[in-house]
């Protein structure tokens, strides 16, 4: 499975992928807006919107792929490692 993370904390990017990566998940990491976001996004079957930490401009960017491709999209309001962990043992296969 392919996640892509928009938003979060900067100095967590990699255990955010650590934790997918246990779950068996793909995960592309985009704390903040660097570029062209819709061109790096591409097609994952899950895209995580930690809303907190994400700007008004990337959220919109990011939802509007998302609908774009047909791709679900879950919003959560901490960027806590915890939270991360709760979605994906919610929507993952891997338990």
Not at 16 to 45: Q, S, T, W
Not at 51 to 73: D, F, G, P, R, Y
Request: proline share 1%.
């Amino acid at each position: 499975m392919s996640i892509v993370i928009v938003g979060g904390n900067e100095r967590m990017v990699c255990q955010y992928e650590h934790i997918c990566k246990n779950y068996g998940c793909k995960a592309k990491v985009f704390a903040k807006e660097n570029g062209m976001l819709r061109k790096k996004i591409g097609c994952p079957d899950l895209m995580i919107l930690f809303t907190n930490t994400v700007s008004h401009k990337m959220a919109m960017s990011a939802s509007k792929e998302a609908k774009k491709n047909n791709v679900q999209i879950v919003h959560v309001a901490t960027s806590s490692a915890s939270a991360l962990e709760q979605v994906l043992a919610e929507r993952c296969n891997f338990a």
